[in-house]
């Protein structure tokens, strides 16, 4: 018996990368599956029904039940198409996997208001589109299982990505929202923050300098895309449900849980403060837990500070 039999999961932006190990890895243990993906370009131009449609006939082939959608995350009326699509053709839902994304990287004194909202609309709106689709259906039937995917880039943050780690970061709070009104529901939502080697990752420049790229390289190779589908298939099944609003990042083997944002240290001044008492007493105590200001190029090392 597979840890999902019988249940029925949305793997959205799973013709490739990431979510197609997912879609794969969840329809061999047992669920069916919508693989969606619009079959866009790394920065959502074009687009064709290959990467889905091949997803579902390797589904297909090992013995397992998926079904081709072409819809993109960004629109409310496609997922909500999505939703009714696994409603009519496997009975019902039960799992939403959402990597779908693209990629604007500018230098945010470069980025054009086209380049933010294009990011957004795929990334954070694109969750609430996906989960607010079907957050109903999994209410009423007092179970749900939600998956969504954000990234050390919304976390720690990442020169070249003000759009993408705004929304990566809006993602982590909106599950754990998500988590926090519906848990006593039966439903569950997780955050993945995954490092894996994918057709976006690739998209980034490659460093100039030959020791950083060999760096860069080895990460990626280390990093393997269909390492990420265990966790996901986990926290997809029956058994996950101890585990709500978390924060997991993986590269390869390496699986870390984040922890929630939390005070570090607090000073307190009878009467309150001014400016000067701020300046002389609380920012040079507060100090010692500043976190580190990075300005190495090693954070992005293929885009221009320039």
């Known amino acids: 018996m597979g840890m999902l039999d019988g249940r029925v999961a949305i ?3 799973s013709g490739r990368g990431v979510g197609a190990a997912v879609a794969k890895m969840m329809a061999a243990n047992g669920a069916s599956v919508i693989v969606n993906d619009p079959g866009v370009g790394g920065g959502g131009e074009g687009g064709e029904h290959g990467p889905a449609e091949q997803i579902v006939e390797e589904i297909k082939a090992a013995g397992g039940k998926a079904a081709p959608n072409f819809g993109s995350v960004a629109k409310f009326e496609d997922c909500l198409a999505m939703v009714q699509q696994a409603r009519d053709e496997f009975g019902g839902l039960h799992i939403l996997f959402n990597p779908a994304g693209i990629l604007r990287d500018r230098m945010f004194h470069k980025m054009s208001p086209d380049d933010w909202q294009a990011v957004m609309d795929v990334h954070l709106t694109g969750h609430f589109n996906l989960a607010r689709s079907a957050i109903n259906l999994f209410r ?3 179970y749900g299982r939600i998956i969504m995917v954000s990234s050390t880039s919304g976390l720690l943050g990442n020169i070249g990505q003000a759009n993408y780690g705004a ?6 709070n909106l599950s754990l929202v998500v988590a926090k009104e519906n848990g006593r529901k039966g439903i569950t939502s997780n955050v ?3 490092s894996a080697d994918t057709r976006m990752t690739r998209s980034v420049p490659t460093p100039k300098d030959p020791q950083a790229a060999a760096v860069r390289e080895e990460r990626l ?11 996901c298939t986990f926290l997809a099944s029956e058994g996950a449900d101890y585990v709500n609003g978390q924060i997991f990042h993986q590269r390869g083997a390496e699986l870390s849980l984040y922890s929630q944002p939390r005070p570090v240290r607090m000073v307190h001044r009878n009467g309150g403060w001014t400016p000067e008492s701020i300046k002389e007493v609380a920012m040079p105590s507060l100090a010692a837990e500043f976190s580190e200001f990075v300005t190495s190029r ?3 090392p293929g885009m221009p500070l320039d």
Do not use: Y
């Open 192 to 194: 993945i923050c995954p």
């Open 140 to 142: 009423e039937q007092e």
């Open 11 to 13: 793997c959205t932006g």
């Open 167 to 172: 929304a990566k970061m809006g993602i982590t």
């Open 221 to 231: 190779q280390k990093s393997p895309a269909d390492a990420i589908a265990p966790l």
């Open 298 to 300: 090693e954070v992005h």
